[in-house]
């Protein structure tokens, strides 16, 4: 005789810890376009944009902001 199991699956995480790590995993993204570009077309011309505020200083910091996201998700505790 087969028997019938009801039990729902066990996920390693609840359905926030996966809303805070896709979170995480878009913020980190958004951080990584905002360090792309300031690339010149003449490889003889030095272009200034490379050392801007944006690239320098917003990015990595909304890079580590995502990366902290991340690991907030991994760790919070389930219910």
């Known amino acids: 005789m087969m028997k019938n199991n009801d039990q729902k699956p066990d996920f390693l995480f609840d359905n926030v810890n996966y809303k805070y790590l896709l979170l995480g995993i878009a913020v980190i993204t958004i951080g990584f376009i905002l360090m ?13 944009d490379v050392f801007n ?20 998700s991994i760790f919070k505790k389930s219910k």
């Open 36 to 48: 792309s570009g300031g690339g010149s077309n003449n490889p003889k011309v030095f272009n200034e």
């Open 53 to 72: 505020f944006r690239r320098i200083q917003l990015a990595p910091t909304v890079v580590l902001i995502g990366f902290g996201i991340t690991i907030y």
